[in-house]
T-cell receptor
């Protein structure tokens, strides 16, 4: 089954404790992206990757890191989480980075930083 | 930059009622337009899309037409069901670097039996 998977689905952590949220897709997509969803704000892009070893900042990159060492994986790293990073996070992928390409979304990771 | 504005919810309807969710956008060039749906506890799923002016996207009884002259992409369904209760997001994807999806704030729809 073609899908985007994320782990963990739920995470409660404390300020300053480094964490990684994994994202993997099995569709051989070139483009991958991370979004955060906050009430009333819709989804905002954190980072994106056009292909392996190519990453760039989105609209809200502060406090986050990413890497793209393999085509299928695109982990999101929070080196020192803070309470304002409490949010619902979605990973997405598309075949390429074209405007017409549909983005496929993972199930989401609900993160709480105390 | 690009932006999407959609009507705030929640929208509460009775089963078989007509649904309209307004969406307008600001973008340079000719973006592609999307409606995504998020059912409770799930990720986003593509509902429909349109990639050029006057295109009509349709799926599961929902329709939206890409209106460049009014920069709008309103979502409509003629007869809603309880199972249509969800949050609906209008989004655009332009040709700028990163080709990110720019989302509206989402509209929660609740359909009552």
């Amino acid at each position: 089954e073609a899908q985007v998977t994320q782990n963990p689905r739920y995470l409660i952590t404390v300020t300053g404790k480094k964490l990684t949220v994994t994202c993997s897709q099995n569709m051989n997509h070139e483009y991958m992206s991370w979004y955060r969803q906050d009430p009333g704000l819709g989804l905002r892009q954190i980072y994106y990757s056009m292909n392996v070893e190519v990453t760039d900042k989105g609209d809200v990159p502060e406090g986050y890191k990413v890497s793209r060492k393999e085509k299928r994986n695109f982990p999101l790293i929070l080196e020192s989480p803070s309470p304002n990073q409490t949010s619902l996070y979605f990973c997405a992928s598309s075949l390429r980075g074209l405007a017409s390409d549909e983005q496929f979304f993972g199930p989401g990771t609900r993160l709480t930083v105390l | 930059g690009n932006s999407v504005t959609q009507m705030e919810g929640p929208v509460t309807l009775s089963e078989e009622a007509f649904l309209t969710i307004n969406c307008t956008y600001t973008a340079t060039g000719y973006p592609s337009l999307f409606w995504y749906v998020q059912y409770p506890g799930e990720g986003l799923q593509l509902l429909l899309k349109a990639t050029k002016a006057d295109d009509k996207g349709s799926n599961k009884g929902f329709e939206a037409t890409y209106r460049k002259e009014t920069t709008s992409f309103h979502l409509e369904k003629g007869s809603v069901q309880v199972s249509d209760s969800a949050v609906y997001f209008c989004a655009l994807r332009g040709k700028a670097a990163g080709n990110k999806l720019t989302f509206g704030g989402g509209t929660r729809v609740l359909v009552k039996p």
